[in-house]
């Protein structure tokens, strides 16, 4: 079988990379619509090797297509979402908006691809965050085996999960602050070129940010375990694409760090870095590439249950994009 297809805020980064993947990874395309706002209806998208022309999300019908892939921002899919699934159409939804409905799968392919079977309970599945997908294609098989118990992690974030007026504003700022000009900041609130910013979403209540409480909460749901503990502090850095992680783990059964390789080294998605002198970083293995790269894997030299990862995954290939595609990939192989 072959499906119609949207995008819709193809013009963004992660909008323009989902097209990229479903090209490069042949989906059984029949039609696909690039759609965004009014603003770049007319202009052309590349899928492909094709040009695709923009259409106003606002003038499409969406009886059109059976799948649609959402990366407009939260209020565009609370606006949009409803109406394309009302239509039978499927949303792979990757804003923040529905993940924590308890109705709606939250999927990582690797990790919990069964949840995926109550798709049609609103016919709307989310695709988590970026930081917590990385992380959980690392973690899930080491929960599976030896159950985690609790979670300290930093993140160390680029710039382009936050779009593509972001990755704008990294280069400007560091053209002008080498040239001795001050740096003009519009889309983060203080300076990102050279500096980093242990801020990224809405702080809360609690102190913690939105970020931060999306990894806890999201952990949660996708590996259905609510004593999973998770102690985030979530840091966007100069790096124009590929996050990275520093994850402290503490197990319920002792697992050294060998054990740890040995489990990884055989996972689905997973590249390691076995040499402890070695380590993958953003720029070199976390742009344009699928897997999750996992290095510096070490016992905790300070708790008897504890093992040090070092993270590294492409944000907006494996965090959003491509793991929207491979939800897809799943809901036509095994439900539509
Ligand atoms: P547009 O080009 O029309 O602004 P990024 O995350 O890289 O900033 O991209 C955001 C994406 O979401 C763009 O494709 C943008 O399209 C799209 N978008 C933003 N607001 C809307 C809206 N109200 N309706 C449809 N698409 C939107």
């Known amino acids: 079988a072959k499906y119609n297809v949207a995008v819709l805020g193809a013009t963004g980064v992660v909008g323009k990379t989902m097209l990229e993947i479903l090209a490069e990874r042949e989906f059984p395309i029949d039609q696909v619509f690039a759609l965004a706002s009014a603003r770049s209806a007319g202009d052309t998208v590349l899928f492909g090797n094709k040009q695709l022309e923009v259409l106003d999300a606002d003038e499409f019908d969406w009886s059109q297509v059976q799948i649609a892939f ?7 899919s609370a606006k949009y979402a409803p109406l394309a699934a009302d239509e039978g159409c499927v949303v792979i939804d990757n804003t923040s908006e529905f993940r924590y409905e308890p109705d709606i799968p939250l999927v990582i392919p690797e990790v919990n691809p069964h ?24 973690l899930a098989p080491i929960h ?14 680029s710039v382009s999960g936050t779009g593509k007026e972001a990755i704008e504003e990294l280069a400007s700022q560091a053209g002008q602050m080498v040239n001795g000009m001050p740096a003009d900041a519009k889309v983060y609130p203080k300076t990102i070129a050279f500096n980093v910013l242990p801020h990224i979403d809405a702080f809360q209540d609690n102190g913690y940010t939105k970020e931060e409480m999306k990894m806890v909460w999201e952990t949660q749901k996708i590996l259905g375990d609510e004593s999973v503990l998770v102690n985030p502090t979530a840091v966007r850095v100069p790096v124009m694409f ?7 783990l503490e197990t319920r059964d002792q697992i050294d760090a060998e054990g740890v390789k040995s489990l990884l080294r055989e996972a689905e998605g997973i590249i390691l870095f076995e040499d402890d002198n070695d380590y993958p970083t953003q720029l070199e293995e976390g742009s344009g590439s699928d897997d999750v790269y996992v290095g510096r894997v070490r016992n905790d030299i300070s ?34």
Not at 307 to 325: E, I, M
């Open 70 to 76: 959402f990366s407009a921002g939260g209020s565009v």
């Open 115 to 138: 949840d995926l079977a109550n798709f049609r309970n609103r016919n709307i599945i989310a695709n988590p965050n970026c930081s917590t997908i990385q992380m959980l294609v690392a």
């Open 144 to 157: 599976k085996t030896v159950g985690i118990s609790r979670i300290n992690v930093s993140t160390y974030q």
């Open 242 to 248: 590929g996050h990275a992680e520093a994850v402290h």
């Open 303 to 336: 708790h008897p249950h504890g093992v040090n990862l070092w993270v590294v995954a492409d944000n907006v290939r494996k965090g959003a994009a491509l793991n929207s595609v491979q939800i897809a990939e799943v809901l036509i192989r095994d439900y539509l």
